[in-house]
């Protein structure tokens, strides 16, 4: 169980259980989290509200402990070609620029170790 300073808890497991996220399923749930909760408030901004967003996000494993490339589809509807021209834009600007999660991943951070 994964729980933080404000009191959300997310159960955490193998993937054997019901009811509960693998490590590399919250891994992809954080980039697609990070993504649509910044476009939708940058796309309104800009004067757009989409009818609907929402996305898939998917990797496969390259090696039995490690991901290959991460993939985000958005399935989106928008009121109008302005607004889609806006959406693209902003898409393409939060995963190159602004979402710190697929940024990270992009960059490679550095993951430490501290043992007690």
Same mark, same amino acid.
Do not use: W
């Given at each position: 169980?994964?729980?933080?300073s404000r009191? !959300?808890?997310v !159960? @955490?497991?193998? #993937?054997?259980?019901? #009811?509960?996220?693998? *490590?590399v399923?919250?891994l992809?749930?954080? =980039?697609? #989290?990070?993504? @649509?909760?910044t $476009?939708? *408030?940058?796309?309104?901004?800009? #004067?757009?509200?989409?009818l ?5 996000v998917?990797?496969?494993?390259v090696? *039995? ?6 993939? +985000? ?5 928008? *009121? ?5 021209? +806006? ?5 393409e600007?939060?995963?190159?620029k ?11 951070? $550095? =993951?430490?170790?501290a043992?007690?």
């Open positions: 169980m994964a729980t933080n009191g !959300a808890r !159960a @955490i497991g193998s #993937g054997d259980e019901e #009811g509960v996220f693998t *490590p399923e919250l992809l749930a954080a =980039v697609g #989290g990070c993504n @649509i909760v $476009v939708e *408030p940058l796309t309104a901004k800009r #004067g757009h509200r989409l609907r967003l929402a996305m898939t998917e990797s496969e494993k090696e *039995p402990n490690l991901l290959g490339p991460v993939t +985000v589809t958005y399935d989106v509807e928008v *009121p109008s070609e302005q607004a889609d021209e +806006v959406f693209r834009a902003v898409a600007r939060v995963h190159d602004y979402c710190t999660v697929s940024r990270s991943l992009q960059e490679g951070t $550095v =993951v430490r170790l043992l007690p």
